[in-house]
């Protein structure tokens, strides 16, 4: 029984199936996807368009994400390279991380002489002692050292300049929706390694070039029911009963020998806390659970406008330094149908995001607070005409709280065939968001599979260890 069809309940029930066991996967929506789903809506002029719960960048090191997306398309056509995405901000001129040198430390060197906010004179005030950290991680060391402090007070450490900070970290912990006074720094420097510092493919990205309904989830559950899997929607779980029993909202009970908990945090974290069987059996599982946390909101507004944004506008941006906006999207310039609609009338399809808004705020007026913090950002979308909007707040983002490692639940739980998988859950390899979600997922399958004797699924990740990470001792 997998509990959750994101791309972490999805993954696990697909590599299950493989191996030959049965599997059922579970989902309180309507849809699959969690995070990664999309649905159809009708715009305010008639048309019917797929929104996505977010634009998602598909970064080339996420290995085990594109092993699972290889199943469907095995030359992975339905992405497209998103293009060069620039950091914009009111104060400084617009930079680009993207089209870097791939290896470290070459990466690295290229950056701070391109990068306008990271030129030496400026670096001169920047403690290279205490950036050491960030070249030098490793699973073990980094979080006994720096979990307990936040993203924030490391930072502050470091003496950058204020431009190369917004622009580089504050941008980049954002994207991870924690506030970094809120973030653990060991998890930053973790992020850090992964997305930057340790992969041979840079910091480009790619994107689907259809909606995620049809390029993903549609193709993904066909194959998992063609290989005997079922697959409930409208399936709430409620709680898990030892046996193992998955008890659904109304009360129906399915039977187990094994149960994936791929939930996002908080569901995970509320099955778990209504489960007082599971919780008897298994009283670390327990206390590890209710140390789960969200983190803070986050918003999605797609907004169609009679307009289309000026030509060398990205793909995605980043934007550093406003208090809500976070990135803009122009679906047209990536996504088939999104594309096809604006071209009919010269419009644009723009998403914007607020990864870490304000507690409180509703969509509305966070549509109109990013709204107008574009306009001043891109002069040409203040005169726009606003045909339609989609918003949503979201709040299932994990929190990686300072001091949260030493209590985040792993994959393996002290409830005998139970496993968590998600980006919330804690994992022995750098990784994160999408990555995390397959990569703990794979973690659960080879666990399930293991007490079968049965060839463990291929696990890859980046380098596990920085460039200045002491060779021995432990990982
Ligand atoms: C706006 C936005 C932008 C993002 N951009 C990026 C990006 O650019 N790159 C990137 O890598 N990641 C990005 N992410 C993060 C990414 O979406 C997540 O890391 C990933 O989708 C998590 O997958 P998951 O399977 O762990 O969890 P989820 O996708 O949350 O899946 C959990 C599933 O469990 C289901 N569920 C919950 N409770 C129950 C229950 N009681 N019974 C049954 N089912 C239940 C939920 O409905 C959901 O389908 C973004 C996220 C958002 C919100």
């Not at 007070?153 to 204020?162: I, K, N, R, Y």
């Not at 399930?448 to 920085?466: D, F, K, T």
Request: charged residues 20%; hydrophobic residues 45%; aromatic residues 8%.
């Amino acid at each position: 029984m997998v509990i959750g069809a994101g791309i972490a309940g999805m993954t696990s029930a697909l590599l299950l199936a493989e191996r030959g066991i049965q599997v059922t996967l579970l989902e309180r929506d309507a849809q699959l996807g969690g995070r990664l789903a999309a649905w159809p809506r009708t715009v305010a002029d008639g048309s019917r368009q797929m929104v996505e719960h977010g634009f998602h960048g598909f970064f080339r090191q996420y290995y085990n994400l594109h092993n699972v997306l290889r199943r469907i398309d095995p030359e992975l056509s339905f992405l497209r390279p998103a293009g060069p995405y620039p950091v914009v901000s009111r104060n400084w001129p617009e930079e680009s991380f993207s089209g870097l040198p791939r290896r470290p430390p070459a990466n690295l060197l290229a950056l701070v002489a391109r990068s306008p906010s990271l030129k030496l004179r400026e670096l001169r005030g920047v403690d290279g002692k205490a950036a050491v950290p960030l070249l030098s991680y490793s699973r073990a060391e980094t979080y006994r050292r720096f979990d307990h402090i936040s993203a924030k007070d490391f930072l502050d450490t470091l003496g950058m300049p204020a431009r190369a900070r917004a622009h580089l970290f504050d941008v980049f912990a954002h994207s991870f929706f924690n506030h970094q006074e809120e973030m653990s720094a060991a998890e930053m420097i973790m992020q850090f390694h992964f997305y930057f510092l340790r992969n041979p493919e840079g910091l480009d990205f790619d994107a689907p070039i259809q909606d995620y309904e049809t390029a993903i989830w549609a193709p993904l559950a066909d194959q998992l029911q063609a290989l005997g899997g079922e697959i409930r929607t409208q399936a709430p779980v409620d709680r898990i009963d030892p046996g193992w029993t998955v008890v659904l909202r109304g009360g129906a009970e399915l039977t187990a020998d094994y149960v994936v908990l791929a939930a996002d945090p908080r569901s995970a974290r509320e099955i778990v806390a209504a489960s007082p069987g599971l919780t008897a059996l298994a009283p670390r599982l327990a206390e590890q659970m209710a140390t789960v946390r969200t983190a803070a909101p986050y918003a999605v507004s797609r907004i169609w406008t009679a307009q289309d944004c000026a030509p060398q506008r990205s793909v995605f941006t980043s934007v550093a330094g406003e208090a809500t906006l976070d990135s803009v999207t122009l679906y047209h310039r990536i996504e088939r149908a999104a594309g096809q609609w604006a071209r009919r009338g010269g419009g644009s399809v723009i998403e914007l995001h607020a990864y870490a808004a304000p507690d409180g705020v509703d969509a509305a007026e966070l549509t109109k607070r990013m709204w107008a913090e574009l306009g001043s950002l891109w002069p040409e979308t203040t005169g726009m005409t606003i045909i339609d909007v989609d918003e949503r707040v979201g709040d299932d983002a994990p929190a990686f709280a300072p001091g949260s490692d030493a209590t985040r639940p792993g994959v393996h739980s002290d409830a005998n065939g139970v496993y968590l998988a998600g980006d919330w859950v804690r994992v022995p390899f750098p990784a994160g968001l999408m990555e995390r979600a397959a990569g703990s997922a794979i973690l659960a399958v080879n666990a399930i599979i293991g007490h079968h004797g049965v060839r463990a699924a291929p696990l890859l990740s980046v380098a596990p260890r920085g460039l200045l990470a002491p060779r021995s001792g432990r990982p």
